[in-house]
């Protein structure tokens, strides 16, 4: 079976996720090569490795860059330090105004708390920029690669971070407020406030986005091993917890020939893994991809697995299943 239902319209975000070395960003670029056939498409990095430059065989880093020989296809690797620096930097005033009136601190302590980071940061400047480039509406589709799932469950998990953020900085506020106008009888909203309420904004659509099961879709890649199964298991329980739909999971790796004795005895030791994910994820299409003989790098190579992944027409061997 290949991959269905991402030409929907409507589907604007598909993430894709799962256990270290399974081949996610293979998965995710070649994806957004198929997808970029029909639709201006975007693939993004949000892994610290920025292993799309590695897939693509060319550097990308965090700008929009065209990828060579792919028509329709743009790529950006997010570099959440950096994302950060620009939020701090577009909103500097903002935010010495929230400490200066929320806090005890002195315009030293101020200046050096505006110098560190803050923990839990990156991946909610990570998401606010994905939110920040589909709202540009540039792109008609946008394939997310993620790190592996500790940091993609943290990277879905940004909305409640950012939102606890806000909730405590908007307490802060409250206090000076009820000051002012213990004093004057009258607070007029200032930048820190319209700051903390546009921020509460893009909380609310990041939410929207991901909740939306015909906006945005979960992709998990998986390989037939026990520990990448088990890890896929608990994934997909995280994202039922944040109401994140998942419609289809990718089986990478998967021994379908039959010419050798190491051959015939990986196929066989992969065999019960196979039925393993046909029965703990019943809910889920299983996309078969075979283990290339060659290592899946640079668009060539790429366009080879993207066949894999939408031709209708291919029939996997069934003596794997």
């Known amino acids: 079976m290949p991959l269905t239902g991402l030409e929907s319209k409507d589907l604007k975000m598909i993430i894709f996720g799962g256990k270290g070395g399974v081949g996610k960003t293979?998965?995710?670029?070649?994806?957004?090569?198929g997808l970029a056939e029909n639709f201006k498409t975007l693939v993004i990095s949000t892994d610290p490795a920025h292993s799309v430059s590695d897939s693509l065989e060319q550097e990308i880093g965090f700008r929009l860059q065209p990828v060579h020989k792919v028509a329709n296809l743009t790529a950006i690797e997010i570099s959440a330090d950096e994302a950060f620096k620009e939020f701090k930097k577009e909103h500097r005033t903002e935010?010495?105004?929230?400490?200066?009136?929320?806090?005890?601190?002195?315009?030293?302590?101020?200046?050096?708390?505006?110098?560190?980071?803050?923990?839990?940061?990156?991946?909610?400047?990570s998401f606010k920029t994905i939110i920040d480039l589909i709202e540009e509406n540039n792109y008609e589709k946008y394939v997310v690669d993620?790190?592996?799932?500790?940091?993609?469950?943290?990277?879905?998990?940004?909305?409640?971070?950012?939102?606890?953020?806000?909730?405590?900085?908007?307490?802060?506020?409250?206090?000076?407020?009820?000051?002012?106008?213990?004093?004057?009888?009258?607070?007029?909203?200032?930048?820190?406030?319209?700051?903390?309420?546009?921020?509460?904004?893009?909380v609310k659509r990041i939410a929207a986005l991901l909740g939306n099961s015909e906006k945005s879709e979960f992709i998990p890649v998986c390989i037939p091993?026990?520990?990448?199964?088990?890890?896929?298991?608990?994934?997909?329980?995280?994202?039922?917890?944040?109401?994140?739909?998942?419609?289809?999971?990718?089986?990478?790796?998967?021994?379908?020939?039959?010419?050798?004795?190491?051959?015939?005895?990986?196929?066989?030791?992969?065999?019960?893994?196979?039925?393993?994910?046909?029965d703990r994820f019943k809910n889920l299409q299983v996309v078969i991809v075979p283990l290339f003989p060659d290592e899946i790098k640079g668009v060539t190579a790429l366009k080879r697995?993207?066949?894999?992944?939408?031709?209708?027409?291919?029939?996997?061997?069934?003596?794997?299943?």
Not at 235 to 245: C, D, M, Q, S
């Open 26 to 33: 293979s998965c995710a670029v070649a994806c957004a090569i």
């Open 95 to 125: 935010l010495v105004k929230l400490f200066d009136t929320s806090t005890n601190f002195d315009e030293e302590d101020i200046q050096q708390m505006m110098s560190l980071s803050i923990p839990g940061i990156d991946e909610v400047m």
């Open 146 to 202: 993620t790190a592996p799932t500790g940091h993609a469950l943290r990277l879905l998990s940004s909305p409640i971070l950012l939102d606890e953020w806000i909730r405590m900085a908007a307490k802060m506020r409250w206090k000076y407020r009820y000051m002012i106008e213990s004093f004057s009888g009258e607070y007029k909203e200032d930048e820190a406030d319209v700051m903390l309420l546009n921020l509460k904004k893009t």
């Open 225 to 278: 091993e026990d520990m990448a199964i088990m890890e896929t298991e608990r994934l997909l329980a995280e994202l039922r917890n944040f109401k994140i739909t998942s419609r289809q999971l990718i089986l990478n790796n998967v021994m379908e020939s039959d010419e050798s004795g190491f051959c015939r005895q990986r196929k066989a030791a992969q065999l019960k893994y196979i039925v393993k994910v046909h």
């Open 305 to 321: 697995l993207k066949e894999v992944l939408f031709d209708e027409n291919r029939e996997l061997n069934r003596d794997a299943i």
